[in-house]
């Protein structure tokens, strides 16, 4: 009985050694194929590693978060690499097969895949974007402006700072020339590779041209400035007469100050001048207002003595010109050009000792609110998110850490008590619920400056968008005055009809002095870029009576508990209608 036992433990044995054999085999070639398709998906051909292939094999396969935002935009990366990469700023593709509308996801998990991820601070690369050979810093042989040179851009005292904008994947020459022509600059600026700066001045230092070697990121082989280096085009001759004066806009008729000569920092007088002329003299000298007065042009910043509050009838200032010369009354035109006394920002010297929010429902005009603060402030804002769009659109602060502390306040739309608790104190933004969940259809519909569609508006996504998101602009609401630590509350309608009173309430509540002339700036340039193209869809009220009843209960809800935290209540316009 022994002999025949030991005989089969013998047996098992080698059977269990035989099966752990096959399996470590079995392993071993799986890894090797794995490998070997990593392998085929690298690209071929001997050249300089991208950021990419610098990485293990299994950091690439695996997905782990381990690249630099700006190696996924890089020309080199090829489409095998990104399988299976959370690419920055683009959200998780959603299965095809889930039914239902797309609005009924949670919240938080929506608000959770917008949040940032800054691994690209933990692999930033410190030689910056790529650089061009000396035998390859030029200008674009396809550029249509005329190449001026390379010049030294201090940021402090910048003097193409006319517009700005950035972009980080596809600036090119022509599309910086385009965007400055239209706004009837003469000089267009680029500077490290994605960014873009117009003027009518050129800057006073110009260097060699071999310190303008970066290349442009939507241009490969053209040279898009440096770092604090700017490669500078002028522009003028692009400036098609047919719309060269084509947002030259009417602001009114208005009694001229008491001294000229003090209020009006430059004239041109001129027999038979027009609004063309003026307008483009005063554009020339990049003053955002064109006066006229008869036969005399002067050119103006709105300031505490010529604010463009009070305009009067425009029948006095239809006198014939001679006669208006001799009068006490004058045209007032905005010119193409930017006031420019408020477009300089930074970012904080120091570290802010109080962390602020601005905090709003979305759609509620919180983008809108960040351009009006930063240019009051003269410091960029932070964002809880990361929006490609925005940071195009120059908030620089959409791209670093919203817990830096380098920005003067941190949009976000969270809600909930460990989210709030996080701020020290916060600007809560509120927006009538009507118009906050129209705006922010349209957002997710056709982006942040689009119009959703008719069929969207007819589709069951409307109807699903209001159940889900009307509760959310009054829990909101209630979560901030609930755990908020300390508060601010302004309306948008408040802002919109009474900008500078309003903003300068907001401004102090950040602990920034700011100067009347700096606040009647941003008044000047109150509109930013922000407004909606197109054509507006003709559905005058897309709320049904059952949409109402539910939307006009959170609005008692939360005018009940604003006026119980001690604060004033909804504007009228919010009442139920």
């Known amino acids: 009985m022994a002999k025949p036992f030991f005989r089969l433990q013998k047996f098992l044995r080698r059977t269990q050694f035989l099966l752990f054999f096959l399996t470590a085999a079995y392993l071993m070639t799986g890894s090797l194929l794995l490998l070997q398709r990593a392998r085929v998906a690298l690209p071929q051909g001997p050249r300089a590693p991208g950021p990419l292939q610098a990485l293990p094999v299994a950091a690439v396969a695996l997905g782990v978060g381990l690249l630099d935002s700006r190696a996924l935009h890089g020309p080199r990366v090829r489409p095998e690499l990104l399988l299976g990469v959370d690419v920055l700023g683009s959200p998780p593709a959603r299965p095809r097969s889930r039914p239902g509308a797309r609005w009924l996801r949670g919240r938080s998990s929506e608000l959770r895949q917008l949040r940032r991820r800054w691994f690209h601070h933990l692999m930033g ?122 947002t030259v806009t009417y602001r009114g008729c208005f009694k001229l100050p008491e001294n000229v000569t003090h209020a009006f920092p430059d004239s041109l007088t001129q027999a038979n001048v027009t609004v063309e002329t003026c307008s483009g003299f005063c554009s020339q000298k990049e003053f955002p207002l064109a006066v006229l007065r008869g036969w005399q042009c002067y050119c103006a910043y709105p300031t505490p003595q010529f604010s463009l509050r009070d305009a009067v009838d425009g029948s006095l200032c239809g006198q014939e010109p001679e006669a208006q010369s001799l009068a006490e009354y004058c045209e007032v035109y905005q010119t193409p050009v930017q006031d420019t006394r ?199 009220e897309p709320f049904t009576p059952e949409m109402k009843d539910l939307i006009n209960g959170y609005i008692r809800t939360v005018d009940k508990a604003l006026r119980d935290h001690n604060w004033a209540g909804l504007p009228r316009e919010y009442v139920p209608r």
């Open 125 to 246: 690369d410190p030689q910056g974007p790529p650089a061009l050979g000396p035998e390859a810093a030029r200008p674009a042989v396809s550029s249509r402006g005329t190449y001026v040179g390379c010049f030294s851009d201090d940021g402090q005292e910048r003097t193409l700072k006319g517009a700005v904008f950035y972009d980080l994947r596809k600036m090119t020459i022509p599309h910086c020339q385009d965007a400055c022509a239209e706004r009837s600059y003469v000089y267009a600026g680029l500077e490290a590779g994605a960014e873009c700066y117009c003027g009518n001045r050129l800057p006073a230092m110009s260097v060699g041209p071999e310190e303008c070697n970066h290349e442009c990121k939507g241009e490969k082989g053209s040279a898009c400035g440096g770092a604090g280096r700017l490669s500078v085009y002028r522009v003028e001759e692009l400036q098609p007469a047919s719309r060269k004066w084509r």
């Open 342 to 540: 408020c477009t300089d920002r930074r970012f904080l010297p120091t570290k802010s000792k109080v962390f602020v929010a601005l905090s709003s429902f979305p759609g509620a005009g919180n983008t809108w609110a960040r351009h009006l603060i930063e240019h009051a402030t003269g410091f960029y804002t932070g964002s809880y998110y990361f929006d490609g769009t925005l940071y195009n659109k120059g908030f620089k602060g959409e791209k670093d850490h919203w817990r830096s502390r380098r920005t003067i306040c941190v949009k976000t739309h969270e809600s909930g008590r460990r989210e709030i608790e996080m701020f020290d104190s916060a600007i809560l933004l509120i927006r009538n619920p009507y118009r906050s969940l129209v705006a922010e259809f349209n957002r997710k519909c056709a982006g942040h400056l689009g119009y959703a569609a008719d069929r969207n508006w007819k589709s069951k996504e409307w109807p699903d968008f209001v159940n889900s998101y009307a509760s959310w602009w009054s829990s909101h609401v209630l979560d901030w005055l609930r755990y908020g630590k300390r508060l601010l509350v302004v309306h948008y309608e408040e802002l919109r009809h009474s900008l500078v009173p309003t903003l300068r309430k907001m401004v102090g509540f950040l602990n920034v002095s700011v100067s009347e002339e700096r606040l009647l700036c941003v008044e000047n340039n109150k509109e930013g870029s922000f407004r909606r193209h197109g054509r507006r869809p003709h559905d005058p």
